[in-house]
C-alpha cells in the first residue's frame, strides 16, 4: 500500500505508549500497542511446535512513533485509497487530506495508524483474553465529517483466533471504511520473502486499477489472470507475469471482490506456509479484501531483532469495502448515518498442517 507515504510526523507522549498482551491456553500470544491500536506481535506455534512471530514491526513501542505508519495497524476513517482526496454527500464536497500524491491514503497522515488510542476494557485471565480500545475522531478531522466514535475489540480465543470487532457511529453523516494492516510473513517474520507462501482468495472478481492506483470502477473476472487465487497457488509464482496490472501495482496491491455466502461471516482467504506448516485463514463480513505483497518494503525499515525488511518480505489482507467508494455509485455504500451503526468482523485463524 505504498507505505512510504505516510510517515508519522506528530509529538506523541511517550507516556501514552502502553502495551496489552493477550495469551491463551495453548500458549499462544498477541501484544497489542496503544498508538494506532496496533498489534505488535503474534506468537504462534509451527508444526515441530516452535514458537515464533508472524508479523512484522518494532521490538519497543517508541520506535513505532517514527517508522513504517500501518505495520499492524487500525486503519480509518477510510482504508485505501480516495481519488484526488475528494468526495460527495448530499451534493456537498468534502475535501481530504492528501498524502499518496493527489490521493488520500489510509485516512491521511493523521488518520487512525496515528492517534492514541483509550482502552477501555482489558481482560487475560483463564477464560477471557480481550482488550477493547476506543476513539474519537472529531468532525472534520482530516476533512471527514461528523464526530466519529470507533471500538476495535481484540479477542484472542483458546481456538487461535484472532477476532477483531469494529463498531462505530457518528452525529453526521459520513463515510468509513475500517480495516486491520498486519505484515504478515507466517515462515519468519520477515526475514525471508513470502513469495513460497501457498495463498487462496475465495473471490471471482476483483476491482482492476489505473497506474495511481484509483479503481477504474470497473468489476473484472480474475479468470486466466495472474490474480486467479480461487485454488491454491504459491504467491511468487505469477507475480512477475507481463500483466498490465501487476505493472500497475507493483506486484499484488489490489481489492478482490469475495464471494458471498449465505452467513454475514464468510471465508475470505486461506495462506500456508509449507517450511513451517503454519496456516492463517481470514474470515470477514466485509465485501472485499486488499492483497498487497509487500511490494514497496525496501529495506529501509529496521525491524524486530535488526531485521532489514526487503521487498515482498510480507502480505497484507485487509478486509474492507472497495476503494474509493464515495466516488463509484456501483461500488458496495460506505455511507454511515447518524441514527445507524458500524458494525464489522474479521477473523485471522491460525493453525498447523503436518505433513
Known amino acids: ?6 510517515r508519522n510526523m506528530n509529538k506523541i507522549n511517550k507516556d501514552l505508549l502502553k502495551t496489552y498482551v493477550l495469551t491463551n491456553a495453548l500458549g499462544v500470544s498477541v501484544k497489542i500497542l496503544t498508538f494506532g491500536a496496533k498489534v505488535m506481535s503474534i506468537i504462534v506455534p509451527d508444526k515441530e511446535g516452535n514458537f515464533g512471530d508472524v508479523v512484522l514491526g518494532y521490538d519497543t513501542p517508541e520506535e513505532y ?22 468526495f460527495s454527500l448530499d451534493r456537498k464536497e468534502y475535501s481530504l487530506c492528501k498524502n499518496n500524491g493527489n490521493n488520500s491514503l ?6 487512525f495508524n496515528n492517534v492514541i488510542w483509550d482502552v477501555v476494557e482489558f481482560k487475560n485471565d483463564n477464560e477471557n483474553h480481550f482488550v477493547k480500545l476506543k476513539y474519537l475522531s472529531k468532525d472534520k478531522e482530516e476533512g471527514y465529517p461528523g464526530n466519529l466514535i470507533v471500538y476495535v475489540k481484540y479477542t484472542l480465543s483458546d481456538d487461535n483466533e484472532l477476532v477483531i470487532d469494529y463498531e462505530a457511529s457518528c452525529d453526521k453523516k459520513t463515510i468509513v471504511n475500517l480495516t486491520h494492516h498486519s505484515f504478515f510473513n507466517l515462515k519468519d517474520g520477515g526475514k525471508s520473502t513470502i513469495l513460497g507462501h501457498i495463498l487462496k482468495i475465495n473471490a471471482n472478481k476483483y476491482t482492476p486499477i489505473n497506474k495511481d492506483f484509483i479503481p477504474t470502477g470497473e468489476i473484472a473476472s480474475i479468470k486466466q489472470t495472474p490474480l486467479d487465487f480461487t485454488t491454491p497457488v504459491a504467491i511468487g509464482k505469477r507475480i512477475n507475469d507481463d500483466f498490465e496490472q501487476l505493472h500497475f501495482g507493483k506486484g499484488y496491491d489490489h481489492n478482490w471482490v469475495l464471494n458471498q455466502g449465505n452467513d454475514s461471516l464468510n471465508f475470505a482467504a486461506e495462506v500456508y506456509e509449507p ?6 485463514n481470514v474470515y470477514t463480513t466485509e465485501p472485499g479484501i486488499q492483497f498487497y505483497s509487500g511490494n514497496f518494503l525496501d529495506k529501509t525499515d529496521i525491524g524486530k531483532n535488526h531485521v532489514e525488511y526487503k521487498n515482498r518480505s510480507a502480505f497484507c489482507l485487509e478486509t474492507q ?13 460506505v455511507i454511515l448515518h447518524p441514527e445507524v451503526k458500524y458494525h464489522q468482523k474479521t477473523i485471522y485463524k491460525f493453525s498447523i498442517i503436518k505433513k
Open 321 to 333: 469495502h472497495f476503494p474509493d467508494s464515495p466516488n463509484h455509485p456501483n461500488f458496495p455504500s
Open 106 to 111: 489510509h485516512g491521511g497522515p493523521g488518520g
Open 275 to 280: 517450511v513451517t506448516g503454519r496456516k492463517m
Open 65 to 86: 512513533i517514527n517508522g513504517n505508519p500501518y505495520f499492524g495497524a487500525i486503519i480509518g476513517r477510510y482504508a485505501n485509497r480516495i481519488a484526488n482526496g475528494k
Open 1 to 6: 500500500m505504498s507505505e512510504k507515504t505516510n
